[in-house]
């Protein structure tokens, strides 16, 4: 069975600056999709970024970047210049291009200082 | 376009008591349908998900059952509810096949069982 692990159950940063949040999946697939999703306050889930197992290339999205480590079936989300407004609960997410099975780490709650 | 109904949004339980949380997607056919429970330090559970009318899935073995009497309607059922079972349910629905698809998630539910 597919497993998401997030060792980080809080991070903080100071505005501006760059924070990077880990995720590590365990899978026999080979092929599969990877996600990171924001959850605010308001629990509304928000598709952060995604990335493609087959792809050795880095996903970006505006300052939202992902160091993809396949072999080591690593997924880490770097947020840079952050913003007060990325303050969240993220979540990394595998989802299985076999079964459509979708599951998710336990979260890193992100704090913004100001 | 596509929205995600899911109701009630909050709900208070005595023990005991049978539980039915619904859910229905419009503007798509044949979606992916998945039931998570978010709980404190637990992060996003898988429950159910289905990939189809009369299959699915279970990932954790426990008092709650689901089922798909219609093509987009997920319906999250309990005979007889325990204080475990306390906690945020979300709804979410993918597009089959289309693993790099973003999946879309209800409102939730906040369910306390009393």
């Known amino acids: 069975a597919q497993t998401v692990t997030q060792s980080q159950p809080e991070m903080s940063v100071q505005e501006a600056e760059t924070v990077t949040l880990s995720c590590t999946y365990d899978?026999?697939?080979?092929?599969?999709?990877l996600f990171w999703y924001k959850q605010p306050p308001s629990r509304q889930m928000i598709l952060v970024i995604r990335?493609?197992?087959?792809?050795?290339q880095n996903a970006t999205e505006n300052r939202f970047s992902v160091n993809f480590q396949k072999a080591a079936k690593s997924f880490s989300l770097k947020i840079s210049d952050s913003q007060l407004g990325d303050a969240a609960m993220y979540f990394c997410?595998?989802?299985?291009?076999?079964?459509?099975?979708?599951?998710f780490g336990t979260g890193t709650r992100l704090q913004v200082f100001p | 376009s596509q929205t995600i109904h899911q109701w009630p949004a909050t709900l208070v339980q005595p023990v005991g008591s049978p539980l039915s949380l619904e859910c229905t997607v419009e503007?798509?056919?044949?979606?992916?349908l998945y039931w998570y429970r978010q709980a404190a330090g637990r992060g996003l559970q898988l429950l159910f998900y289905s990939v189809g009318i009369g299959q699915i899935s279970s990932e954790v073995p426990q008092n709650l059952s689901a089922s798909r009497p219609q093509d987009r309607q997920f319906i999250l059922s309990s005979k007889k509810l325990l204080l475990s079972d306390s906690g945020f349910y979300l709804c979410a629905w993918s597009t089959p096949g289309q693993g790099y698809a973003e999946a879309f998630f209800g409102q939730g539910t906040r369910l306390t069982v009393v």
């Open positions: 990335q493609e197992a087959y792809k050795q």
């Open positions: 503007g798509t056919s044949n979606p992916n």
């Open positions: 899978t026999s697939e080979s092929d599969y999709y």
């Open positions: 997410a595998y989802r299985s291009a076999g079964t459509d099975k979708l599951i």
